[in-house]
């Protein structure tokens, strides 16, 4: 099983971007899909969670800024970041639980100047 997270960059204060996570492998049920992200010197982080059913949860500190998503039919999994802040400046990870594992994608890097 491989994750792939791609979409991250270099963006000033204010402006948005969208990452995207390609999960592939031999995959028999997607459960639980999660953002989570680390900034130089901190623990990684929860940023967002996305149900089997859709359901949605954020970490305070990005509620009403980000919105988690997801293609089934692609298995893939997105986070829509807008009004972003230089302290959402960290490497994004995307994590998935199967049926029997819990699987982390690489990383994209999100700088966020001020």
């Not at 999960?23 to 969670?49: D, F, H, L």
């Not at 859709?54 to 009004?83: C, E, H, P, W």
Request: proline share 3%; net charge positive.
């Amino acid at each position: 099983v491989q994750l792939q997270a791609s979409g991250g960059g270099l963006v000033q204060a204010g402006g948005s971007l969208r990452l995207s996570c390609a999960i592939s492998g031999r995959i028999i049920c997607i459960n639980y899909m999660r953002w989570y992200r680390q900034a130089p010197g901190k623990e990684r982080e929860w940023v967002a969670t996305i149900t089997p059913s859709g359901s949605k949860n954020y970490a305070d500190s990005v509620k009403g800024r980000f919105t988690i998503s997801k293609d089934s039919a692609k298995a893939t999994v997105y986070l829509q970041m807008n009004t972003l802040e230089p302290e959402d400046t960290s490497v994004y990870y995307c994590n998935i639980d199967t049926e029997y594992n819990n699987y982390w994608g690489q990383g994209t890097q999100v700088t966020v100047s001020s």
